[in-house]
Structure formats: structure tokens, C-alpha cells
Nanobody
């Protein structure tokens, strides 16, 4: 499975961005998908995941501001980020795994190259 993230950029505090992650997987709908982020000098952290069945989970820091969704017909997972804060600045990476436990633990088998999100005035 190959993953390609896009949509990052520079945005002012309070602004919005939508990240996309296109996957090459014949059984895309079977995969659990997630977004993780890594800020400079910090460890990678969980942001959100969406299960193959559609259930979603969010880190407390983004709950109510970020929304993950998936389009199985397009083999793409999205991350809508609203009310962005400077502390959201990080490289955002998408990940996929058939096993939700691996994905949730940050040990997914498949990772895409990250996309930079910078929130600054």
C-alpha cells in the first residue's frame, strides 16, 4: 500500500486546512486509516483514526476542531482542520493498517510521506 498526503501549507490562527491522503490499495475499504503528526523536537503523536467500518477516534487536543473522513470510491482519507492553533504546527502523516490496534498504537505497516502544516500569523 502506498500513501500520498497533500494539502499542507501556511495558515493563520483560526484558519482551516484540508489534508488528503490518496492510497493505492485494491482493498482500500478494508483498511483502518489514521493521521499522526510530529512537531519539531517532539515525538510523533496520534491525531485521529477512522476504522474500516467508519468509527472515528480523536486526540483530545483536536476533538471538536478536526474531522476525519474517507471516500472508499476514491481510495482517499481526508482531515478537515478548523480553528487551527499555533500548537497544531507539525508534519502530518497518514497511515494505514488492517489491524486497528497497530494503527492506534502508531505502529501501522503503511505510512505516507508527511505534509507540513504551519499555523502562524
Amino acid at each position: 500500500v502506498q500513501l500520498q498526503a497533500s494539502g499542507g501549507g501556511l495558515v493563520q490562527p483560526g484558519g482551516s486546512l484540508r489534508l488528503s491522503c490518496a492510497a493505492s490499495a485494491r482493498t482500500f475499504s478494508s483498511y483502518n486509516l489514521g493521521w499522526f503528526r510530529q512537531a519539531p523536537g517532539k515525538e510523533r503523536e496520534f491525531v485521529t483514526i477512522i476504522m474500516s467500518g467508519g468509527s472515528t477516534y480523536y486526540a483530545d487536543s483536536v476533538k471538536g476542531r478536526f474531522t476525519i473522513s474517507r471516500d472508499n470510491a476514491k481510495s482517499t482519507v481526508y482531515l478537515q482542520m478548523n480553528s487551527l492553533k499555533p500548537e497544531d504546527t507539525a508534519v502530518y502523516s497518514c497511515a494505514a493498517d488492517l489491524r486497528s490496534t497497530l494503527l492506534a498504537g502508531g505502529r501501522a505497516n503503511y505510512w505516507g510521506k508527511g505534509t507540513q502544516v504551519t499555523v502562524s500569523s
